[in-house]
C-alpha cells in the first residue's frame, strides 16, 4: 500500500500498485472519508479520492458488500452516502449511551405538520391552517425548524410576502431518503389510513 507523506499531493491513480491493490484502497479511502463525515458524502467528493477509472458507484456497492454482517451499513441519502447502525441495533444503542429517540418530544401532530411540509412544500402557515383545519403555532414550526428537519423557502408571492417553510438535507437524513421523489405517494397513504385529504 502507498505511504503516506505529510505535504505531498493525493495519488489517486495508484498505478504502482497492482489491480486488485489498488481497487481495495480505492475502497478504503472512499470508507475513511464516510467514516469521518458527520453528513452525507456526495459523488463529486468521492471522486476526488480515487482515480479517474474508478467507478465511484462500484466502489461503493463492493465497499457495502463487504460491511455485511456488520452492525453499520453504506445508506444512500440527500444526494450521497454515509455510515449508519442497522437498524436492528437502535434498542442497544438507547440502552447502553441512553440516547433518546429524536423524535420523542415531537407530538403525532408536530409529525403530521412536519409531513404536509414535505407534500406540500413551499408551504406557508396560512397554507397549513388550510390543511389542518386550524393555526399552525409558531411554537411547533420552531420545533421542527429547531430540529433542523424544515427551513424557510421563499418568500410567497402572496400579499404580505409571507415566508414559506421547505424540508432541509437533515430531513432526507433523519427519513433514510435519497430525495423527495422517495417519499411514499400520497394516495397509498390515504388508502392504507394514513394522511388526511389535501
Keep these: 500500500m502507498a505511504k503516506d507523506r505529510p505535504g505531498l499531493a493525493l495519488d489517486r491513480a495508484l498505478r504502482d500498485l497492482p489491480p486488485e491493490v ?12 464516510l467514516f469521518a463525515s458527520a453528513a452525507p458524502v456526495p459523488r463529486e467528493d468521492l471522486v476526488r479520492v480515487v482515480g479517474q477509472g474508478a467507478s465511484v458507484d462500484l466502489l461503493v ?10 452492525a453499520f451499513e453504506i445508506a444512500q441519502v440527500a444526494g450521497g452516502w454515509m455510515f449508519r447502525t442497522r437498524a436492528v441495533y437502535a434498542p442497544a ?4 449511551a441512553e440516547v433518546g429517540d ?3 418530544d415531537l407530538s403525532e401532530f408536530d409529525v403530521a405538520v412536519l ?5 406540500h412544500q413551499p408551504i406557508t402557515r396560512d397554507g397549513l391552517k388550510d390543511i389542518f383545519g386550524r393555526e399552525i403555532s409558531r411554537d411547533l ?49 390515504r388508502d392504507a389510513g394514513v394522511g388526511g385529504s389535501s
Design 141 to 189: 414550526i420552531g420545533r421542527l425548524h429547531a430540529r433542523d428537519l424544515i427551513g424557510t423557502g421563499p418568500r410567497s408571492p402572496r400579499r404580505g410576502a409571507p415566508y414559506t417553510f421547505v424540508t432541509t438535507e437533515q430531513f432526507l437524513v433523519a427519513f433514510g431518503l435519497e430525495s423527495l421523489r422517495d417519499l411514499p405517494d400520497q394516495d397509498l397513504l
Design 93 to 96: 444503542i438507547r440502552a447502553a
Design 61 to 70: 456497492a463492493d465497499l457495502a458488500a463487504d460491511l455485511e454482517g456488520r
Design 22 to 33: 489498488r481497487w481495495r484502497e480505492w475502497m478504503r479511502r472512499i470508507e475513511a472519508v
Design 102 to 104: 429524536q423524535w420523542l
Design 115 to 119: 409531513a404536509a411540509i414535505a407534500y
